[in-house]
């Protein structure tokens, strides 16, 4: 009896049966693009005959939304754009954010990351490197940070800084004890990146996409915001990379998803600190 593959299994192997295909002239793999055209087109129609008539059906809206809370149901529901990718949540908003104004911050060699989000209202924040206890803070946090926050989610109130004061080992490096919240800044390898370019390196507790934009360093977390998979096979095309396996399209600047605007992929500090990419993986 065959085992059952799981998704990303299939995905490995849907992606293996595509290169083999690289090899054929234009002629067949445009017939093979499509038969898949023709099969996915059959299968979008059958699916929303499928939701149609279980939406009809008493309860079926319940029943429906409990199936798409499915990965799998969600993806290939997703694939053919039958449903709507999950709001961003305000966690996600703020840190989109706040890597506005990270480049700002980097030039002072500083950082900032968002600690919680406090009954929905007061965001808390921890300022890093040279902006801690930096004398000009308040007035950073007050124009630029704040800022920024209370205009990617309104309904914010407050922004204060938390263990920021002058002397916290905010910056917790490797072997340093620090703050209960500090999380260590972990080497990533050497700034020799050009702009855009993308490597993925193997940190503590995740596979971490590096690349340049401006040239300030980003780091994403390896795994594409479809279905989970590796990007760092993907192509680069004028700082948007593409995912290997199904075409989703990043903004390699600020992480955004062209394909499904409302997503982002997960972003981490990243500097540079003597030619090093200094990363720190936050969960
Ligand atoms: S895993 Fe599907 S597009 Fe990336």
Redesign the pocket.
Known sequence: MNEERTFPQL?EDLDRLERITEDWSPEQRSTLTAIRTTIESIQAGAFRSLIKTIKDEPGGLDALKKAVGDPWVHGVLAYHGLVRAPAPTPEALVEQALESVRPMLASHNGNVELVEIVDGTEARIRLEGSCDGCTHSDVTVRQGIETAIKDAVPAIERVKVVNGRRGDALVQLPGVEGSPFARAWQDAGPFDLTEHEIRAVELEEASILLTVAKGQPKAYRNA?A????PLDGGAVEDGVLT?P????QFALASGECLTAPSIQLPTYPARVQAGRILVQVTT
């Not at 479809?226 to 998979?229: F, R, S, W």
């Open positions: 995905a594409c479809h279905l989970g998979m995912c396996y199904h075409g989703f």
